[in-house]
């Protein structure tokens, strides 16, 4: 399945990888090369991950190893990832009905 990136999930990706980078640009290839696998899985496989509750069309996948979740939608035959966040972070709010 094709995959694209919204603008927000572009521009938390490369603070995400940013911030790792000016740790040790090792580090930052590392997440970079587990987020790349995990999006590989999601365009194989988009319906495996987990549903939010409250937000049916939205599911997240995590990257396993580092504190990071992967939110994205399927429509049309295209995933779309929506935003990237740290899984220590506040949840993504509900919506409110």
């Known amino acids: 399945m094709n995959v694209v990136f919204s603008k927000l999930a572009l521009g938390q990706l490369d603070e995400i990888l940013s911030h790792i980078a000016q740790r040790g640009p090792q580090g930052a290839k590392r997440v970079e090369a587990r987020f ?11 319906e495996a991950a987990q549903k ?10 995590p990257l396993i190893r580092y504190p990071s979740l992967i939110y994205y939608s399927i429509d049309a035959g295209e995933v779309t990832i929506l935003r990237i966040r740290h899984a220590a ?9």
Do not use: D, N, S
């Not at 790349?36 to 999601?42: M, P, T």
């Not at 939010?52 to 996948?61: K, L, Q």
């Not at 972070?89 to 009905?97: G, I, L, T």
């Open 52 to 61: 939010m509750i409250g937000r049916p069309r939205v599911r997240r996948a």
């Open 36 to 46: 790349r696998r995990v999006v590989e899985l999601v365009a194989k496989h988009p």
């Open 89 to 97: 972070r506040r949840p993504w709010e509900e919506k409110k009905r």
